[in-house]
């Protein structure tokens, strides 16, 4: 069993950054794959950026590619996503999620434990 633990959303401006942080505790000497989703009100999961066990395998969705920024760092057993140039659709609850896979898929069910969640608002 994985426990993931997400922190760092909050209310921000249009063009302002966030750092959301994972923390994974519980059987974590696996080599699990780390993915973020985000889910906004009304909407479906959808995926944001995975990376592999290493942290040299990453993977973006189009509508952050060039703005999010994921890294990880195994001794800390932590996860982080970088948010730039935030834009109000950006706004949503983002999911931290753990996959046995090292280069899970981009869709929810590739994952096997998954954080509670940390809202982040974006205003215009």
């Known amino acids: 069993q994985v426990q993931l633990v997400e922190s760092g959303g909050g209310l921000v401006q249009a063009g302002g950054s966030l750092r959301l942080s994972c923390a994974a505790s519980g059987r974590t000497s696996s080599t699990y794959g780390m993915g973020w989703f985000r889910q906004a009100p009304g909407k479906e999961r959808e995926f944001v950026a995975r990376?592999?066990?290493?942290?040299?395998?990453?993977a973006y969705a189009d509508s952050v590619n060039g703005r999010f920024t994921v890294s990880r760092d195994n001794a800390k057993n932590a996860v982080y996503l970088q948010t730039n140039s935030l834009k109000p659709e950006d706004t949503a609850v983002y999911y931290c999620a753990a996959s046995r896979k090292n280069y899970p898929a981009a869709r929810p069910d590739d994952y096997d434990y998954w954080g509670q969640g940390t809202q982040v608002t974006v205003s215009s």
């Open positions: 990376i592999n066990w290493t942290g040299g395998g990453t």
